[in-house]
């Protein structure tokens, strides 16, 4: 319908159509079904009708209203075929580099080139499109004599579906005039529009070219097909969450069935745990340090638990510890990070490897990266050992007043203690292959998974 017919009517033409007893009873009739439209189709979660303007005793206009209609499927899934031509001058370029470079505005949809060379072609599934917009005007002759007049958009479907569809809504007004229709409509695009179009389990896209300006229907779709496709994940990924929390599910781990709305679900993988199982999951690890271990309860998934699951389930505390945690791990795991030993501050080392020379910011202390003690620029690292033969040298040297004596002692005996805690360690531990972290057997098998998940198995020897 052309929505310039709506403005012919002025307001005297209004007044006194509104005065007249078949005026009256149309704005009567009007008002009754906005209002039983809203009740129908609106909800505290989604206003489907939306009023824009209204008539009004005051200050006579007309009711205008947008309807966001989404059209089912008869099938289960949805195949969405994309079609985007290749420009001649991408075809028969100078270079080869066109051939090879899909267009950049399809960001998340991988592109192929057809086997002609003339389009990138893709695809994906959806189990819901995006809605279709109705925008309506009643004038003042509704429902007595003529139909609304309405606007219909939708950006998946092409000028002349929208056509075609348009003229399906005339020919229902035809059917049920004069009784008003928007509900029927509303109906019709909800339930038979798809199939009506031959739109069962495939759609393809393409770019959208506008009618001319004379055509009662019109797509309103940009050339921006990225978007399009964009909307329509979007929609599809809200409307399959909604699905999933409105109905019974059963955590693989629990085993309970509860209401969807009480899962997690992890859309990389598509797996969904309780989440009494996932907080659970969660606080163990972030108890035991093993935050890189957060991934996936499902013992054959790898994908890591998204940060927004990790706070929804975890209290403040718990959420701290565990970006702290997350934070050290990823700082450990950079090569030219270490810690001080004086203060176990963060230090970064020197870029130039072969110094091996570190400084804490914190105590001030430099220190070699290799064996740890104060830099020794340019002299190979001693051992424990040839640091106690030095010390003992200067213990025994003559000549000592009272209190170096007495401070080469202390640093022997020091030493001394440092020297027997490593062989202790070494003969009663055995060092993580991963992340180098000492590991004492106190019982059970040689089996052994340490804190950052890898599995090893432990040395005999090293049985108590």
Same mark, same amino acid.
């Given at each position: ?9 002025? /307001?005297?033409?209004? *007044? ?11 704005? @009567? ?18 206003? &489907? ?18 309807? &966001? ?11 969405? /075929? ?35 060379? +003339?389009?990138?072609?893709?695809? $994906? /599934? ?48 035809? @059917? =049920? ?66 699905? $999933? ?14 209401? =969807?709305? +009480?899962?997690? *679900? ?25 935050? @890189? ?65 570190? +400084? ?51 640093? *022997?005996? &020091? ?10 360690? #070494?003969?009663?531990?055995? $060092? ?18 340490? #804190?950052?998940?890898?599995? $090893? ?8």
């Amino acid at each position: 319908m052309d929505l310039n017919k709506i403005t012919s009517y002025n /307001d005297n033409t209004a *007044k006194q159509y509104s005065n007249n007893d078949s005026g009256s009873s149309n704005i @009567e009739e009007q008002t009754d079904e906005i209002t039983v439209l809203k009740s129908v189709y609106n909800s505290d979660a989604d206003e &489907k009708v939306k009023l824009i303007s209204e008539l009004e005793k005051e200050n006579l206009g007309l009711f205008k209203i947008i309807v &966001k209609v989404c059209p089912k499927a008869e099938t289960e899934k949805i195949h969405i /075929d994309v079609v985007l031509p290749i420009e001649e001058e991408t075809q028969y370029g100078a270079t080869a580099a066109g051939w090879e470079a899909p267009p950049t505005t399809l960001k998340n949809l991988p592109l192929n080139r057809s086997t002609s060379g +003339h389009r990138w072609q893709g695809s $994906f /599934d959806v189990k819901y499109l995006s809605p279709l917009y109705l925008d309506i005007t009643f004038p003042p002759t509704y429902p007595s004599s003529d139909p609304p007049s309405y606007q219909l958009s939708c950006p998946w479907l092409t000028s002349t579906q929208l056509e075609c569809t348009g003229q399906m809504l005339d020919n229902l007004w035809q @059917e =049920g005039k004069p009784m008003v229709i928007v509900f029927t409509w509303i109906d019709w695009l909800e339930n038979n529009m798809l199939s009506y179009l031959g739109i069962t389990d495939n759609l393809v896209l393409h770019l959208s070219s506008s009618l001319p300006d004379d055509c009662e229907v019109q797509n309103s779709a940009s050339d921006d097909l990225g978007e399009v496709i964009a909307q329509i994940i979007r929609y599809n990924q809200e409307q399959m969450r909604l699905e $999933f929390c409105q109905s019974m599910q059963e955590c693989p781990v629990c085993l309970m069935e509860k209401p =969807g709305i +009480h899962f997690h *679900k992890l859309q990389e993988c598509q797996h969904f745990f309780c989440t009494d199982c996932m907080r659970e999951f969660c606080d163990l690890h972030v108890r035991d340090g093993t935050v @890189e271990a957060l991934k996936c309860p499902d013992i054959k998934c790898n994908t890591i638990l998204p940060p927004s699951i990790v706070q929804a389930v975890l209290g403040p505390e718990a959420y701290n510890r565990w970006e702290e945690l997350l934070l050290q791990k990823t700082l450990d795991a950079m090569a030219d990070t270490d810690y001080c030993p004086r203060c176990n501050s963060l230090v970064i080392a020197e870029a130039e490897e072969s110094l091996h020379l570190a +400084h804490c910011t914190v105590c001030l202390f430099s220190f070699c990266t290799e064996c740890r003690r104060c830099w020794h620029q340019g002299r190979p690292c001693t051992s424990d050992e040839e640091q106690l033969r030095a010390i003992e040298e200067q213990v025994n040297r003559k000549g000592l007043s009272a209190a170096e004596h007495e401070k080469f002692v202390e640093m *022997k005996r &020091k030493l001394q203690e440092e020297i027997d805690n490593k062989i202790f360690v #070494k003969a009663k531990t055995q $060092f993580c292959p991963s992340c180098k972290i000492a590991i004492e057997k106190t019982a059970g098998c040689n089996k052994m998974t340490c #804190k950052c998940g890898t599995f $090893f198995l432990l040395a005999v020897c090293q049985r108590n």
